[in-house]
């Protein structure tokens, strides 16, 4: 579904980006595999990743080409783009996946972690789509699949930064298929729940902790690749604007904000007519505080 297509996947160099990056190149798509090559926490780099990457997909005869910016910099997200037009002459997809998580309570995270978290996830989602944009709008077409994460839809504690950044990434998504509709671009989010090195690093505190954690074990990566992939063939040129979730061999599909309740007042509010009617009103509404475990309970299917 994706012959002639070219693709770039940030963060291509392991787990759930490489499990794209593959699976797209099989599909036909000429793929650029992006990553920095850093450690689970972002810090480092190393080009044999991308490369590995790039040599596994050449071997089973597709073709890729290697990048290793930064998304978080300007110059690096315009080189990934780059990349794909000096070696292929266009693009047609764009994947936002490069990440990692540096996780904290919030009363004990560092001002540089939850810089350095915003500037991966989130302005690197802007900076690699903004400097594709530019040839989207020529060409008048183009998809961009961004990745957000349950954190930032249904909540996990200790991960302030990541939640902030991955929320971003959710009205970013939304902005850019809006903003760029009338040029036959689209814009997807999708949440992924797999095993990778990044989860592995997450804390367990508990015994449920830890039990949830054996359980997506069984989620591989290549679970998460196939809709990936198929946001980016024309096959699915109707879906944008959309948030998608995956878990083993479920997909869900989650609802933007919506308004749950009305209140007027023709005197204006104060202080006491909100003590007053607000609270008793609305109370019903109210969202209770949870986390992902809390929200999708059930044994991943």
């Not at 080189?79 to 904290?104: K, P, T, W, Y």
């Not at 991955?166 to 009338?182: N, P, Q, T």
């Not at 083993?248 to 007519?273: C, Q, V």
Request: hydrophobic content about 45%; charged content about 20%; aromatic content about 6%.
């Amino acid at each position: 579904m994706l012959e002639d297509k070219v693709v770039i996947v940030t963060g291509a160099g392991r787990g759930i980006g490489r499990a794209i990056a593959r699976l797209c190149a099989a599909e036909g798509a000429r793929v650029v595999v992006n990553d920095l090559g850093g450690d689970p926490a972002g810090r480092g780099a190393d080009a044999s990743p991308a490369e590995t990457v790039v040599d596994e997909i050449r071997a089973a005869g597709g073709h890729a080409v290697a990048n290793t910016g930064s998304v978080a910099t300007q110059a690096g997200a315009a080189s990934i783009v780059q990349a794909a037009i000096d070696a292929f002459g266009r693009v047609d997809a764009v994947v936002n996946n490069a990440g990692f998580l540096r996780d904290a309570m919030f009363h004990k995270l560092s001002p540089q972690d939850w810089a350095d978290v915003l500037d991966v996830h989130l302005n690197g989602t802007f900076l690699v789509s903004r400097a594709a944009a530019p040839y989207f709008r020529a060409q008048q077409s183009g998809t961009f699949v961004h990745f957000t994460s349950t954190t930032a839809l249904l909540g996990n504690r200790g991960q302030a930064n990541y939640a902030a950044a991955k929320s971003g990434v959710l009205g970013l998504s939304y902005a850019i298929a809006l903003d760029m509709e009338r040029f036959g671009v689209r814009s997807n989010c999708i949440a992924p729940t797999a095993w990778t090195r990044l989860v592995g690093t997450v804390a367990t505190e508990s015994e449920a902790d830890q039990k949830r954690l054996e359980a997506v074990r069984a989620m591989t990566p290549e679970k998460i690749a196939p809709l990936v992939a198929y946001l980016c063939t024309d096959r699915s040129a109707a879906i944008t604007g959309q948030t998608f979730g995956i878990r083993k061999d479920e997909i869900f599909l989650y609802s933007r904000p919506k308004i749950l309740r009305t209140m007027h007042n023709a005197n204006g509010w104060t202080l006491d007519s909100l003590d007053a009617q607000l609270v008793p009103g609305f109370r019903g509404s109210f969202e209770p505080l949870h986390t992902t475990p809390d929200t999708i309970a059930w044994e991943p299917l």
